[in-house]
């Protein structure tokens, strides 16, 4: 039995699962730790997601920022240019 792969794949999730059941101590054992095992998988997928959501947000935010500070430069240009016009024209 490989018992690495077991830990890197199974550790932490047999942990819990394991620890879930000796505390509750269930009357179907084996049936509590397969919901333990899915309930587990379904968390790890929930955050992963949570995780991709929340990089596509930084991203956007990044991006309405740069395109504010890009704004704020071509109004100064703008600004700094008519008033240069005016400037001539006196």
């Given at each position: 039995m490989d018992t690495e792969y077991l830990k890197r794949c199974l550790g932490k999730c047999l942990t819990e699962g394991l620890a879930d059941v000796a505390e509750k101590r269930p009357a179907d054992p084996i049936e509590h730790l397969a919901q333990c095992i899915y309930k587990y998988?379904?968390?790890l997928a929930y955050e992963e997601k949570v995780m991709r959501l929340r990089s596509?947000?930084?991203h956007q935010q990044d991006l309405q920022e740069n395109q504010y500070e890009k704004s704020l430069f071509f109004d100064r240009v703008y600004?700094?240019?008519i008033?240069?016009?005016q400037y001539i024209r006196f």
């Open positions: 998988k379904d968390n596509v947000c930084f600004t700094k240019s008033m240069q016009q």
